[in-house]
Nanobody, 125 residues
């Protein structure tokens, strides 16, 4: 059974950092593309970035480029989202999602097949 569990969310001040984790079970992480998405109150879910296979090709939304970094540890079956220089507009529920790399086309909600339940990140002073 494919399962994704996010952790690491919380309250952080503007300019601070957080690292989110996405622990995968029931499948081999290296055969899947993994994406991070977020949904702010009253807004649609949007892509933050995706990472693919051993080539660790990553793509990021313009709003987070230079501040967020996705990495993966295949041995731990875990993907991370390092978030630096956080802004109040980064406040959202963050989700990780997965799709077999052979079916990955682009880092958008509609392309992903498996989802975690999310972890809340609040950026506020």
């Amino acid at each position: 059974q494919v399962q994704l569990v996010e952790s690491g969310g919380g309250l952080v001040q503007p300019g601070g950092s957080l690292r989110l984790s996405c622990a995968a079970s029931g499948f081999r992480l290296d055969l899947y593309a993994i994406g991070w998405f977020r949904q702010a109150p009253g807004k649609e879910r949007e892509g933050v970035g995706c990472i693919r296979r051993l080539l660790t090709i990553t793509t990021y939304a313009d709003s987070v480029k230079g501040r967020f970094t996705i990495s993966r540890d295949n041995a731990k079956n875990t993907v991370y989202l390092q978030m630096n220089s956080l802004k109040p507009e980064d406040t959202a529920v963050y989700y990780c999602a997965a799709v077999p790399v052979t079916r990955f086309r682009e880092c958008v909600v509609s392309n992903m097949e498996y989802w975690g339940k999310g972890t809340l990140v609040t950026v506020s002073s």
